[in-house]
């Protein structure tokens, strides 16, 4: 089971702006600074002036080193200077950061690749395209970061700067480990890390080695990853970095308690708990607290557990740290199992798994925000192009009409003949624009949900059923340690019937979330073994045929789309229609290369117009997916005729 794990925050200590410094000395003060502003000509090194003003005041005023960076701006557009107006954003975008305005930041970063491929010049386009990378990991949008960070890399190759190379590994590493993909990452991270090695960057080595832990430990090559936390924890005490010397005691910590190994661990956490209270971490100091409280328990000391726990707990609950307090519940959870509180335990799990589902909650409605800001920024991007068209229509329209009177009436009405068909054209477009944009909002959703969905199933099949097995066998051992009276043990047989009653319904709901049998079979047998098991639940009698199905293998994405298309209908047949029995025919046409899908019942039907009017979420999920595959819907039906769904879909 896993309580607690290395801080995330830590995984991107180096994920900075890659400014490009100008001429001044970094050492000069603010005052020195201003008395040459006072007397600077305004010109390019005014421009560089301003920056530099702006990189003293971002150590504690971050309002006023956005204020010189905005003049550095303003007066690098006046003289044209370009290298200028890419050296701003590379500052201006480290204050936007900090404030959370990624978007705004992200559309400036990708104005500076564009100026820095204008300019020819590598190295600002390999630092602007790499803070562009940074825009996209803020945003939690990770296939795009590792993009530019290879983008990035390959243009430090060119110039041969091995230190920014070392860097993009690092960052291309903690990508790969937020994308799930540990190997790939681990390989980064070996480069980095040498190099970071040989050339004595003691500090940048700590975080890379730490960010390979985190790959090493995710894929359980637990040696690896205790190996990277020790040098790093040694790079940490002798440089005086506090913080990766906190992270490396938590992953050292963490590693020896999976072990179940109490005496190693104690150490380590303990050491994490006084340096979280030194440096003032909260989040240290309630993953230290967490993991003494397991040493605690390990060593069956139950008070001390409970009240390094119970502290934990509040921490986390008076910073708002919903997934910390969640850890912290089931640690208390278990505690409580371990003293024979099984009413305390249930009721603190009650409560981690109503924490959990707004979690959830919250992480599916992010993604949504992001899908409509992506959107969003996709149309302000159209609206700019089309405004900058237009702008160029009008100027060609001004200078021609400094010509003759009989060269103006001509073009003018060549242009205005131009502009309608332009205008036709342009709309066609839009069109054809809008409808894509549609079929990609609606494709980001499905995969979203089934990703969801699959996550869903995951975490209950082997997170809380792996829990309620072990309690399960908990209580089963703990049977014949107890001398109950008759009543007391035909209550404590209830309890495990009631238990396993649990187990089953878990496993019920987690397999209607993802079928196994979808991902390992395909489709034809996953929609064989669900009609057949909607036919022995007795609910109605349901029969299903295929043809051909065999001959094909469906794409994962569109069998699961089929999957749900069927469901819903099959669903709709049980609730609404009245029927007896249900028919699920699929049939693959080698000629027309399309599948076909029937679903008919004999129920009361209804009338087709008022499909037209349905408000319902069912319909529309059918009407959604069938338009993600670009298929067709028929649908037959009248009032005590039943209803005959066919679907077509090309493959």
Known sequence: ?????????????????????????????????LNLLSTAKEDTNKVLLYIEIGNQYELDDFNTAAHYYLLAKDLSQQLNYKRGIVKFVANYTAILNVKGAFDSSLLLNKQAI??????????????????????????????????????????????????????????????FWKLNQFAKGISYGKEASQYFRTEGKEMELGQALVNLANNYQSLQIVDSAMSCYKEGLAIGQRTGFKRLELTCLLGLGAIYFHRYEAENMQPFYQKSFALSKEISDVEGEIIS????????????????????????????????????????????????????????????LDSSQVLENQLTGEEIQNKTLLIEKKFETQKKETQIQL?????????????????????????????????????????TKIDELEKEKQLTATEAVLKGEEQERTRLAKDLHDGLGGMLSGIKFSLSNMKGNLIMTPDNAQAFERSIDMLDSSIKEMRRVAHNMMP???????????????CNEIDQSGVIHTNYHSMGMDKISVEQTSAITIYRIVQELVNNAIKH????????????????????????????????????KASGIGWSNIQNRVDFLKGKIDVQTGEGKGTSVLIEVNV
């Open 114 to 175: 564009q100026i820095s491929h204008e300019l020819n010049d590598d190295l600002l386009l390999a630092k602007a395209t790499a803070n562009t990378g940074n825009c996209f990991n803020y945003l939690g949008q990770y296939d795009s970061a590792a993009y530019y960070y290879e983008t990035a890399k390959s243009y430090f190759e060119k110039i041969q700067d091995g230190y920014f190379v070392a860097r993009m590994n690092d960052l291309i590493q903690n990508v």
């Open 516 to 530: 196994e049998v979808l991902v390992k079979y395909g489709l034809d047998t996953a929609l064989k073994e669900f």
């Open 387 to 427: 405004q900058k068209a237009q702008l160029r229509h009008k100027n060609t329209l001004n200078y021609v009409f400094a010509g003759t009177a009989l060269a103006i009436l001509l073009i003018s009405l060549l242009g205005y003949r131009n502009y309608k068909n332009k205008q036709r054209l342009q709309q």
């Open 577 to 612: 229609a009245a029927a007896t029995n249900v028919l699920v025919q699929t049939q693959y046409s080698e000629t027309e290369k399309n599948i076909s899908i029937t679903v008919e019942d004999d129920g009361k039907g209804f009338d087709k117009e008022a499909l037209k």
């Open 289 to 348: 607290g967490r993991g003494m409280a397991l040493y605690y328990l390990l060593k069956k000391d139950f008070a001390k557990a409970k009240n390094y726990i119970s502290e934990s707990i509040r921490m986390a609950d008076s910073v708002d740290l919903k997934s910390e307090k969640v850890a912290g519940l089931k640690v208390m959870a278990n505690i409580l199992f371990a003293s024979n509180d099984i009413v305390g335990a249930e009721k603190l």
């Open 1 to 33: 089971m896993k309580y607690f794990g290395v801080m995330k925050k830590f995984a991107i200590i180096l994920l900075g702006v890659f400014s490009i410094f100008c001429s001044y000395a970094q050492q000069a003060n603010k005052d020195s600074l």
